[in-house]
Nanobody, 127 residues
Framework: QVQLMESGGASVQAGGSLRLSCAGS?????????VAWFRQAPGEEREGVAS????????NYADSVKGRFTISQDNAKNTVYLQMNSLKPEDTALYYC???????????????????WGQGTQVTVSS
């Protein structure tokens, strides 16, 4: 499986922006069909944030982040990004990058479809 490493998490003020990176040890296109971002806040269940098809640019977003977050990929760098704008305190969470092992009709953000996970990067948004 491709090894995943997240980076870019930080503490920011509400309304600010961050760009998270998910670097793979090898090509996502050759090893995975979908790459996604999930997040989990203390005391909360893990939530799917956004996904992207590694073989193209098809994306999917949670309603809570539509219009604020953008997922993208740079295949040459084996990296998937999550650009987060207009951050809110409720965006505070540990953000995980994950990849599927199989093909799906749509990547989606169903946690059960993602079997390969990174260690997470912390995002803290203060009011």
């Amino acid at each position: 499986q491709v090894q995943l490493m997240e980076s870019g998490g930080a503490s920011v003020q509400a309304g600010g922006s961050l760009r998270l990176s998910c670097a793979g040890s090898k090509s996502f296109r050759s090893s995975s069909k979908c790459v996604a971002w999930f997040r989990q806040a203390p005391g909360e269940e893990r939530e799917g944030v956004a996904s992207i098809y590694a073989g193209g640019d098809s994306t999917n977003y949670a309603d809570s982040v539509k219009g604020r977050f953008t997922i993208s990929q740079d295949n040459a760098k084996n990296t998937v990004y999550l650009q987060m704008n207009s951050l809110k305190p409720e965006d505070t969470a540990l953000y995980y990058c994950a990849a599927t092992l199989f093909s799906f009709i749509d990547c989606g953000i169903n946690e059960r479809n993602y079997k390969n996970w990174g260690q997470g990067t912390q995002v803290t948004v203060s009011s």
